[in-house]
């Protein structure tokens, strides 16, 4: 998958282990409703912080 924007770049959340345990569990979650084992979510910020 090759997913490009101007306004969003991928978040770093490096020392962020309650956030990227969130989406862990975010994962899992959508893994079990769907029924698809393979689920990767991935976090974006704003590159531009005024808009």
Known sequence: M???SDSYKV????GREDAIEVIRQAEAEVARITG???VT???YE????SG
């Open 2 to 4: 090759d997913i490009h």
């Open 11 to 14: 978040a770093l959340l490096n």
């Open 46 to 49: 704003k590159t531009d912080p």
């Open 36 to 38: 698809n084992k393979d």
């Open 41 to 43: 979510l991935i976090a």
